[in-house]
């Protein structure tokens, strides 16, 4: 046997007294896939980032990550910076504040193909287009910045950097996040090749467990900076042995049932605080199923199966079931997911008088560097009524976020109106503030809408001081908060965006526009 690509040998990773990961430990063959999931917090990206030492320097790192057999916690600074983008390299989950904006695409493809490669300049822009081809971006996009792109095509642009030199390792932290389905597939079906026939392995960390399921070889779930369960991806998601990953599956709304639409399943309780000791179980707070000896035994990794192991004491004594049970088990699960609530399934009652609208709209951008204009909406109608929910869907570039932008005000219409209340919407500076107190927007990207320089409660307080909403602030941001998913917010509220995870920062994001208390 030859020895793996990648191996982590008991992992732990603290920034000061927040103990982020805790003793993780796998190993990747080349050529195989190794999907992470877990909630907001649990760990994912910084053992992601930690594989190439891409940790702030206030983090402290411990233990073991070969990498062909050299360890990259003690590699010098020049092996290291051979090692990352020619021997691994990490699609970044916000690929807006990833990518420089100061800098055409193309530059940014071409910068590792010319310091690794030492190929020259007609080399490397023709081996660029290449590679934004394989992404779906067209190839004449080069000279593009990347406010210029919409937020799938970022992505795909990150892509395309991770694949210019050719790397052993791919790291991917959510990868699909801003995708729509069609270019998902595509990008999937790209990854998964090139794992295939150039035997690269690949780390997807992702919420979407259809994506790990579809994806991956071996899923490792995380909980408060440890593993509680990994093994096959399929048979992990079919039959699994640990409360959290049987929760997590099932926190999924499914196409077309009301039921786990309008009353998904969910989890009392939140996370563990990970500055504290955490005795026994760490998920045994929250866990329908604990014992008094969840709390109280030293909890590890156990054997449950063939490739498989589970961090819940149950597994210790617990028979494998046959594959008959549990096709019988699955059948049964499966049909009481599908059966629709009576309850639910009654349709709402049309509502008369819309609280948004879009008229006739039309968003023209003019042309630039030899393209001709943009039309990025063109005369569309909708209406919103209160209560409502109305989805955008559509390819990438198709327009949606421009709506969506329109109607707050940040893009002023070629053509057409929007109207909040039956008012036309007025583009004079006291008007658009008015507008906003009641229409928010929670933008694509947090890490690009977040002010680096803000904490958690000025990010959240800026917009009620702005409307005059300080009677009350202290609350009215701790309130918020808790409602994003948040709590308790007294642990958040001094820290910064490059202190909280891709997840939290989206949620902190959505307590902005929940602070002022919108209609929309």
Same mark, same amino acid.
């Given at each position: 046997?030859?020895?793996?690509?990648?191996?982590?040998?008991?992992?732990?990773?603290?920034y000061?007294?927040v103990?982020?990961v805790?003793?993780v430990?796998?190993?990747?063959?080349?050529?195989?896939t190794?999907?992470?999931?877990?909630e907001s917090?649990?760990?994912?990206?910084?053992?992601?980032?930690?594989?190439l030492?891409?940790?702030p320097?206030?983090?402290r790192?411990?233990?073991?990550?070969?990498?062909?057999?050299?360890?990259?916690v003690?590699?010098?600074w020049?092996?290291?910076?051979?090692v990352?983008?020619?021997?691994?390299?990490?699609?970044?989950?916000g690929a807006?504040s990833a990518?420089?904006?100061?800098?055409t695409?193309?530059?940014?493809i071409?910068?590792?193909i010319?310091?690794?490669?030492k190929?020259?300049?007609?080399q490397a822009?023709a081996?660029?287009?290449e590679?934004?081809?394989?992404?779906?971006?067209?190839a004449?996009r080069?000279?593009?910045y990347?406010h210029?792109?919409?937020?799938?095509?970022?992505q795909?642009?990150?892509?395309a950097?991770?694949?210019?030199c050719?790397p052993?390792?791919?790291i991917?932290?959510e990868?699909t996040t801003?995708l729509?389905v069609?270019v998902?597939?595509?990008?999937?079906?790209?990854?998964?090749g090139l794992?295939?026939?150039?035997q690269i392995?690949?780390i997807?960390?992702s919420h979407?467990l259809?994506?790990?399921g579809e994806t991956?070889?071996?899923?490792a779930?995380?909980?408060a900076?440890?593993?509680v369960?990994?093994?096959p991806?399929r048979?992990?998601?079919d039959?699994?042995?640990?409360?959290y990953?049987?929760?997590?599956?099932?926190?999924?709304?499914?196409t077309g049932?009301?039921a786990s639409?309008?009353a998904?399943?969910g989890?009392p309780?939140?996370? =563990?605080d +990970?500055?504290?000791?955490?005795?026994g179980c760490p %998920?045994?707070? @929250?866990c329908?199923?604990?014992? /008094?000896e969840? *709390?109280?035994?030293?909890?590890?990794l156990?054997p449950a199966?063939?490739q498989r192991?589970?961090a819940c004491i149950?597994?210790l004594d617990?028979?494998?079931?046959?594959?008959?049970s549990k096709?019988?088990?699955?059948a049964?699960?499966n049909?009481k997911?599908?059966?629709?609530?009576a309850?639910n399934?009654?349709?709402?009652?049309?509502?008369?008088q =819309?609280? +948004?609208?879009?008229?006739?709209?039309?968003?023209? %951008?003019?042309? @630039?560097?030899?393209?001709g204009? /943009?039309?990025? *909406?063109?005369d569309?109608?909708l209406?919103?009524?209160q209560?409502e929910?109305?989805?955008l869907i559509?390819?990438s570039g198709?327009?949606?976020?421009?709506?969506?932008?329109?109607l707050?005000?940040?893009?002023r219409?070629?053509?057409?109106?929007?109207?909040?209340?039956?008012?036309?919407?007025?583009?004079s500076?006291p008007?658009l503030?008015a507008?906003?107190?009641h229409?928010?927007?929670?933008?694509?990207?947090p890490a690009?809408?977040l002010?680096p320089r803000q904490n958690?409660?000025?990010?959240?307080?800026?917009g009620?001081?702005?409307?005059g909403l300080?009677a009350?602030?202290?609350?009215r941001?701790?309130?918020?908060l808790?409602q994003a998913?948040?709590r308790p917010?007294e642990q958040?509220?001094?820290r910064?965006p490059h202190?909280?995870?891709?997840?939290?920062?989206q949620r902190v994001?959505i307590?902005r526009a929940?602070?002022?208390?919108p209609?929309?």
């Open positions: 046997m030859t020895a793996p690509l990648l191996e982590v040998r008991d992992l732990a990773v603290s000061g007294a103990r982020a805790r003793g430990s796998f190993a990747l063959e080349a050529g195989q190794l999907g992470m999931a877990g917090g649990c760990g994912k990206t910084t053992v992601a980032l930690s594989l030492r891409l940790l320097a206030t983090a790192l411990e233990g073991q990550i070969l990498f062909h057999g050299e360890d990259i003690t590699l010098g020049q092996k290291l910076r051979a990352r983008w020619a021997g691994a390299s990490v699609v970044f989950q807006m990518l420089n904006p100061v800098r695409i193309g530059e940014q071409r910068e590792p010319l310091l690794h490669e190929t020259g300049r007609r822009e081996r660029a287009g590679l934004l081809d394989s992404v779906g971006v067209a004449r080069q000279a593009s990347p210029e792109l919409s937020g799938g095509q970022r795909r642009v990150m892509i950097m991770a694949l210019a050719q052993d390792l791919i991917a932290d990868p801003a729509d069609i998902q597939a595509q990008i999937l079906g790209l990854l998964t794992v295939r026939e150039r392995s690949m997807i960390i979407d259809s994506v790990l991956c070889d071996r899923l779930i995380m909980y900076g440890r593993q369960e990994t093994g991806a048979q992990l998601l039959d699994p042995r640990h409360p990953t049987r929760i997590l599956s099932r926190a999924f709304p499914r049932d009301p639409r309008l998904p399943a989890l309780g939140e996370p =563990p +990970l500055s504290q000791d955490l005795a %998920f045994a707070p @929250r329908p199923e604990a014992m /008094a969840c *709390v109280t035994r030293e909890i590890e156990w199966g063939l192991e589970s149950k597994v617990a028979p494998v079931p046959s594959d008959n096709k019988t088990e699955l049964a699960d049909s997911k599908s059966a629709p609530s309850d399934s009654k349709k709402r009652e049309p509502v008369s =819309p609280v +948004l609208e879009a008229r006739d709209l039309r968003v023209e %951008f003019p042309a @630039r560097r030899g393209r204009p /943009a039309r990025a *909406v063109d569309v109608n209406a919103l009524g209560g929910i109305l989805a559509g390819e198709c327009g949606k976020s421009t709506l969506a932008r329109a707050v005000g940040l893009v219409p070629t053509a057409g109106e929007v109207r909040y209340e039956d008012s036309v919407l007025r583009y500076g008007a503030r507008h906003r107190r229409v928010q927007l929670v933008l694509q990207d690009g809408a002010n958690v409660f000025d990010a959240v307080a800026e009620p001081r702005l409307h300080r009350g602030l202290t609350g941001v701790h309130g918020a808790a998913g948040l917010p958040f509220i001094a910064y202190e909280l995870s891709g997840g939290q920062q994001a307590a929940l602070a002022l208390g209609s929309v």
